[in-house]
């Protein structure tokens, strides 16, 4: 069984993002994912390395983020790493859509979003490298 | 630097049309949370957001929307409605909750009857 991995950097910076939206649409879709898949992995990745950007790097442009692609025939997954605070997902609750309302914010609403669109999603943490692994298997 | 966003804008009924063009993500939600407030600033108390020419939104686009709703809401009669959205977006709003606090419809004319 092969896989193929295809790799993007960019720097910490929300303006990036369009770039690696680009970057999934073009892989995912030489995958043959099907479109609704391919537009969930591009929010689930949009969300994940905007809470990268917003969080585990406190908002600096400074640093790096790091996304591969990897393709095989069972799966495309997307692996994020960064090197910023590491995301406490034990800590974490789901958020309250109408409790937020009325508190005016929606802040975990990305990562609700995310394993709400994904088939598995992972976080792992080796030294000071975070990475979340995000995976949509192929239905036949 | 915060992103650039195009917003068209139309009045249909005496209520105001905003149509987002492209997308919206982390890097121009500021913008378009910008542009909403001056509207509500100037008094505009009855809105409706027009999905037709939005090809992406996540969830800090949401969040503008949310808050808006919210600041018409408090205003003395007002609503923030949403319209014309695509079936992936529409998904969306649905498995966030956000449909069951926003009135999402197909078309502005629906949207107008949204009481």
């Known amino acids: 069984m092969t896989a193929t991995i295809h790799t993007l950097a960019i720097p910490s910076a929300t303006r990036y993002l369009k770039d690696v939206r680009r970057f999934i649409l073009r892989h995912a879709r030489k995958a043959q994912l099907p479109d609704d898949a391919i537009e969930a992995l591009q929010l689930a990745v949009d969300e994940a390395c905007t809470n990268i950007i917003e969080h585990a790097y406190g908002g600096s442009t400074k640093h790096k983020v790091d996304i591969a692609i990897i393709v095989d025939p069972t799966r495309v997954m997307v692996r994020i790493r960064d090197r910023g605070q590491p995301f406490d997902q034990q800590s974490y609750i789901a958020p309250n859509v109408v409790a937020l309302t009325r508190q005016g914010q929606a802040g975990g609403l990305g990562v609700h979003i995310i394993r709400k669109l994904m088939d598995q999603v992972e976080y792992l943490s080796e030294g000071r490298t975070n990475e979340i692994r995000l995976t949509k298997y192929r239905t036949h | ?115």
Not at chain 2, 57 to 71: D, F
């Open chain 2, 1 to 115: 630097m915060a992103s650039k966003i195009e917003v068209q804008e139309n009045q249909l009924e005496g209520v105001l049309v905003l149509v987002p063009v492209g997308r919206i993500d982390s890097s121009n939600a500021p913008a378009f949370e910008k542009l909403i407030n001056n509207h509500i600033d100037d008094g505009e108390t009855n809105i409706i957001v027009d999905f037709g020419r939005l090809s992406f939104i996540s969830s800090s686009g949401m969040r503008v929307l949310l808050i808006a709703a919210k600041s018409v809401r408090g205003s003395q009669g007002g609503k923030l409605v949403l319209c014309g959205m695509r079936d992936s977006i529409r998904e969306i709003f649905s498995i966030s909750g956000f449909d069951a606090i926003i009135p999402v419809v197909n078309t502005r004319a629906d949207a107008l009857n949204v009481k």
